[in-house]
């Protein structure tokens, strides 16, 4: 046993030594964090002892006394350590039993009091789980078995933060650790700037206990739940959450200049996972869209897969109605204003907020008069229409800035002219066309001449992912809105009736409803404009382009030939 002891203690070494050598070419620090600095820096409070109990050995990461003795992961630097070591690792081999460690608790790491070489056994041995007498020491800041000596003034920035906030025993259960300890200064910033402005809208000042606790509640709480909700921290390192809470409030301040409103914290953390996440996923994806725009006509991309919307928004989201922001294109022309009342009506049922948006070709002076004519006039109408709106003029190309803030919408709104010419039947036509091979989004096309009361609803449904898509959202129609619907099938093929029987259990499902179904043959689009008239509906639902889009661009789509005649609005899922 001695023998081998011996080498293994060769081996040990050893490796302490490269993993000291591959810590100083990497800029890593590799040394155990000294508990003496833990209480003198960070300010421990009350002890306990609680008692014998199991230990996992990853969480050791410090010594009282000797923390110069052993690397990170208890591996003897000193010569002085031999000795002692192999007699600890000899009796191990011969399965002698030995005594129980003694360990500090501080948060969620242990300090070893006495029994460093048993705990470099341990460690050699492969052990998860250590027997120790461990006494917990309450520490005023979050201490984690990731932490290093190179933390410990950031530990330290944040004791002082506490002393300034007393956010510890205003919100015990908070953890605010910055990896940068001048970051602190920053946060006591927001909470000074959060306090100002609450302060205009209050009749009396609030206290700075007040304005603290108001500020992790209103402000910090929200953005964290959203960092916690979507994993947000994976992929970032040994980044915090407090440390992604300042990218995200900073990102959100330059989304909401886009976007002309506040961003909220769902949304600013898109932003910031589609521009900055380091995950293979998101780089890829940010990656592929380079390439596809450089090289692809947006015509010509697949777009996003079915069901994109709902993970997106509406699951992320939560609760609350299926359609809350509605993206209303706004053009001066009256189809857009048509469209604007046909949103309208929507937005009254969901207590959605409507958003249009106005898009310039140039920021020519001829195009901001107009611009300005067209928000007025928006403005207007909205007050008549009694609904929650904003608008806003951006510059670009239609169809880019369309896409663009679809991203965060819930339905996008376009009027569709009655009138196409020649473009109707073009391929790769219509601004239309273009967004929805594009968008994650259903889209509201309005190709009508009078506003239409969305009374009676019809699905064309073909049991497609994207006309599930149209099921799910007609389902909530019927049983939110209280309007009367019908599923309405075309046989091509086997299986048919089947699918029809299916989504009308779904719909009944969702409460009781006024609802009908029809089965029937010929060709798609007919059928469809035939049953509209037949059912009196007023408001069609079906799924978007099926075919690729190469394809689709020579031979058409059945939703094309629908909108080209149509004299409802029509909810595509796409």
């Not at 937005?347 to 611009?371: K, N, P, Y």
């Not at 008549?384 to 339905?411: F, H, K, N, P, S």
Request: net charge negative; glycine share 8%; hydrophobic share 40%.
């Amino acid at each position: 046993m001695q023998n081998e002891a011996q080498q293994r203690y060769g081996r040990v070494t050893r490796r302490a030594r490269w993993r000291r050598v591959w810590a100083r070419l990497r800029g890593r620090d590799t040394r155990l964090v000294p508990f003496e600095d833990i209480k003198k820096r960070v300010g421990l409070r009350e002890q306990h002892y609680q008692g014998l109990q199991p230990v996992p050995v990853d969480k050791i990461i410090g010594s009282l006394g000797r923390s110069r003795d052993f690397d990170r992961v208890f591996g003897p630097v000193q010569r002085h350590s031999r000795g002692k070591w192999i007699s600890v690792d000899s009796a191990s081999l011969a399965g002698v039993g030995l005594p129980p460690i003694s360990l500090y608790k501080v948060g969620d790491a242990y300090f070893v009091v006495d029994g460093h070489h048993r705990v470099s056994v341990a460690r050699e041995n492969g052990q998860t789980f250590i027997d120790a007498e461990v006494i917990e020491v309450k520490s005023r800041v979050p201490v984690t078995a990731d932490l290093t000596v190179a933390d410990l003034d950031g530990l330290v920035a944040y004791r002082d933060f506490l002393d300034q906030t007393h956010l510890d025993v205003l919100r015990p259960e908070q953890d605010l650790r910055l990896t940068m300890p001048g970051d602190y200064a920053r946060l006591l910033e927001h909470i000074r700037t959060h306090k100002y402005f609450v302060d205009q809208e209050r009749p009396t000042e609030m206290t700075w206990d007040e304005a603290v606790a108001h500020w992790y509640d209103q402000v910090y709480l929200p953005v964290a739940e959203t960092i916690r909700r979507q994993d947000l921290l994976a992929g970032f390192g040994r980044l915090t959450e407090a440390d992604l809470y300042f990218w995200i409030v900073e990102r959100s301040y330059y989304l909401a200049q886009e976007l002309g409103r506040p961003a909220t914290p769902w949304e600013a953390a898109q932003d910031f996972l589609a521009c900055c996440s380091p995950s293979p996923i998101h780089v890829a994806r940010r990656i592929k869209d380079r390439v596809l725009d450089a090289l692809v006509p947006d015509e010509l991309e697949a777009g996003p897969p079915a069901g994109t919307w709902r993970s997106e928004r509406v699951e992320q989201v939560g609760h609350g109605p299926l359609f809350s922001e509605i993206l209303v294109t706004v053009t001066g022309a009256p189809s857009g204003w048509l469209a604007l009342e046909e949103a309208a009506i929507i937005a009254r049922r969901e207590g959605a907020v409507l958003r249009g948006l106005h898009v310039m070709a140039s920021e020519s002076a001829e195009a901001r008069q107009r611009a300005e004519a067209v928000l007025e006039e928006f403005d207007e109408r909205i007050g008549e229409l009694g609904v929650e709106a904003t608008a806003q003029a951006v510059v670009g190309d239609v169809v880019e800035r369309i896409v663009e803030r679809a991203r965060w919408a819930d339905l996008v709104v376009i009027n569709q002219r009655r009138v196409h010419g020649r473009i109707a039947e073009a391929p790769l036509g219509t601004i239309f066309q273009s967004v929805a091979s594009q968008v994650a989004r259903p889209i509201l096309a309005v190709p009508g001449s009078q506003v239409q009361p969305g009374e009676r609803a019809l699905l064309a449904y073909d049991a497609s992912p994207k006309a599930r898509e149209a099921l799910y959202i007609f389902r909530h129609m019927l049983a939110h809105w209280g309007i009367s619907g019908v599923i309405l099938s075309v046989q091509s093929g086997n299986g048919t009736a089947d699918e029809l029987a299916a989504a009308e259990a779904y719909v009944r499902e969702g409460g009781e409803v006024d609802l009908t179904t029809r089965l029937e043959s010929g060709v798609a689009g007919e059928v469809i404009l035939r049953a509209m008239g037949q059912e009196q509906a007023d408001l069609l639902l079906m799924g978007g382009y099926g075919r690729s889009p190469l394809i689709k661009a020579f031979v058409g789509s059945t939703v094309d030939r629908v909108l080209r005649v149509a004299w409802f609005p029509v909810i595509v899922c796409c």
